[in-house]
């Protein structure tokens, strides 16, 4: 939006955008199971033996804590590319 035309401007944006993705995806899982809905990646979910359920139900288990750790990780490798 300023007129920058660099490749490397342009890869560091796409990884801020998907960081912030990731995160904005976290920050609204409370909203979201609370209304029974969950956008977490199931195949993550899965790997640690969390389901749907479990989210919706507001439970604080290490497995659950450990999903939302293996997401945000994958938010923080996204940022530590831009640097």
């Not at 976290?26 to 749907?52: E, N, W």
């Not at 507001?58 to 996204?78: C, L, M, P």
């Amino acid at each position: 939006i300023l007129g920058v035309r660099d490749i490397h401007a342009d890869h560091a944006a796409s990884h801020i955008g998907k960081a912030q993705g990731i995160v904005t995806c976290l920050r609204a899982t409370p909203y979201h199971s609370s209304r029974q809905k969950v956008f977490l990646p199931m195949d993550i979910c899965m790997l640690h033996g969390v389901s749907q359920e479990d989210f919706i139900r507001g439970k604080q288990e290490k497995n659950v804590r450990d999903v939302i750790y293996d997401i945000a990780s994958q938010a923080h490798v996204h940022l530590e590319h831009v640097r």
